[in-house]
């Protein structure tokens, strides 16, 4: 999943003080590193802390509480957190010379997988807290605050989800057009490398009651389209309410049904569990947008199997052909690990086949990171930091052309366009394509939150450029299935 930076929404709610009395606002600035799913968890912090007076702020100099949702996927991610710590205890010390205090809280997957680490190694740290306990959040405060040192990171993914079920259930809000949704967390996969399955625990779903609610009061809220998340979002399962077992393909359906709910998306697949539901899904549902994140690491059947994926690369062309067969406009877009244990010139080359046979629309890459705890870590033939960036750096040039030549290729087609919020310049709005591309063109501002028929004038190094084709009224009831065709023709 992508990095990204949480929008946070400023909720409104009355303000108390530290006793629970009407008094002073407390701001709280939170910083989210990583994952889609942690930008969902800060949004849901901050919601928990809405009740409790805490309003956001981006300011990190006016906040009375600060919690860094952390990342602990690659060594570098856990460093930032500490240097992060280090700037942070200046601005704490400066508040506490003007007479005012700031608590400073971690949670995410560091926090999960350091515990008291992070309090010994950054004495600043009043909180450290887990992912499955943000729904505690405020008791736990409430002793951090009396002078206690909290650590928090109990396994119990039951009450999250419970709780994050009962937030769902509070007063509609006014959401930005485009949200998550979480529906699963955990894997159970272990691959080789992968701290996630230590970090986030055994692969757990949510019913699909809580999801379907959870969905209607975004749509309700403004929501139009929602990206279910899950660290192994295809292996979701549930009960339906016909009593039979539903995957993520039946889930999706009944999603579609929901009114206002103009586009739905998901990530991260793991090859192994995209199954014909799914993938026949792709072909269905006009609101399934076409993109699919489906991460295959390597090319190179030797590490595939020492990384513990459990496929082969034939395997994952024969689905790429399956799944293109149901969606042929469907952009793919993958992970890949450079300098597994190992990996070899040869296995690289394969690597580098695979991309070239696939084309991807986008793709992330990463230098292989030695985690500790992992079987990977305890392999022999660690690769070498210069080969492991020689490699990284070829392959980044490879993806890198695969993605200018998928977005040069949508230059003078008409698609729609989600406009979600301002753009770069006064005038302009930035939304997302059907293909998750970054759009920005001309349009007033009382457009956000619609879908629009955007033709896309020029390619830009990140986005594109478009210029509105036709006004819709604000419900933007443009069907994305009938502009895919115009756009296919054109
Ligand atoms: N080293 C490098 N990359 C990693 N990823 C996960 N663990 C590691 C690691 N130890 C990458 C994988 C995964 C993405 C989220 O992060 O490519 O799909
Ligand atoms: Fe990590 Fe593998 Fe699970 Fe993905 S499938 S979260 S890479 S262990």
Not at 365 to 373: A, D, I, L
Not at 385 to 399: F, G, N, P, T, Y
Not at 450 to 459: F, M, N, T, W, Y
Not at 460 to 481: K, V, Y
């Amino acid at each position: 999943m992508r990095p990204s930076r949480p929008e946070v929404e400023i909720v409104e709610a009355p303000a108390q003080d530290e006793t629970g009395s009407p008094g002073r606002k407390r701001k709280v600035f939170v910083r989210t590193y990583g994952c889609q799913m942690n930008v969902y968890d800060s949004d849901r912090m901050t919601d928990v802390l809405a009740p409790e007076g805490f309003q956001a702020t981006e300011d990190l100099e006016d906040a009375d509480l600060v919690i860094l949702n952390t990342c602990h996927i690659r060594e570098k991610a856990a460093e930032k957190v500490y240097s992060e710590l280090g700037r942070i205890r200046k601005v704490k010390e400066e508040r506490a010379r003007q007479g005012k205090d700031m608590m400073v809280g971690v949670a995410g997957c560091v926090a999960q997988a350091e515990g008291e680490e992070i309090a010994r190694r950054a004495p600043i740290v009043d909180l450290v807290i887990g992912p499955q306990s943000y729904h505690r959040l405020p008791g736990l405060l409430a002793k951090a605050g009396a002078g206690e040192k909290v650590v928090e990171t109990e396994f119990d993914i039951d009450a999250k989800f419970e709780h994050l079920s009962e937030q769902a259930a509070a007063p509609v809000k006014k959401r930005p057009p485009a949200a998550f949704l979480t529906v699963q967390e955990g894997c159970d996969k272990f691959c080789t490398f992968c701290v996630v399955p230590y970090t986030r625990g055994a692969e757990v779903s949510r019913s699909v009651e809580q999801i379907v609610t959870e969905a209607e009061r975004m749509a309700a809220s403004g929501v139009r389209e929602i990206t279910l998340l899950g660290q192994n979002v295809n292996a979701w399962h549930g009960e339906g309410a016909d009593g039979k077992a539903w995957g993520l393909g039946r889930l999706l359906r009944r999603l579609a049904e929901i009114d206002g709910l103009d586009r739905l998306r998901y990530t991260t697949s793991h090859p192994r569990d995209m199954d014909d539901d799914l993938i026949a899904a792709h072909r269905d549902l006009t609101s399934l947008m076409p993109y699919l994140h489906l991460p295959v690491q390597s090319g190179s059947d030797r590490i595939l199997k020492a990384m513990n994926r459990r496929h082969t690369r034939e395997d994952y062309f024969r689905l790429i052909d399956r799944i293109r067969e149901a969606a042929p406009d469907i952009a793919l877009s993958g992970d890949f690990i450079v300098g597994f244990p190992g990996e070899t010139d040869r296995d690289f080359e394969d690597t580098m086949d695979l991309i070239r046979r696939v084309e991807y629309g986008s793709a992330f890459s990463f230098k292989y990171s030695s985690r500790p705890g992992t079987p990977g870590a305890a392999m022999d033939d660690q690769v070498p930091e210069d080969i492991k960036s020689a490699r990284l750096a070829a392959l980044q040039d490879l993806v890198s052309a695969q993605q200018k030549a998928f977005n040069a290729s949508r230059l003078g087609m008409t698609c729609d366009v989600l406009l979600e919020r301002k753009g770069r310049n006064p005038g302009q709005l930035a939304g997302k394509s059907p293909w998750l591309q970054a759009v920005q063109l001309d349009a007033p501002e009382n457009l956000i939150g619609s879908i629009q028929a955007v033709e896309i004038i020029e390619i830009g190094a990140n986005s594109l450029f478009g210029r509105l084709i036709e006004r819709q009224d604000e419900s933007g009831s443009t069907r994305p299935g009938a502009i895919k065709e115009a756009a296919f023709d054109a």
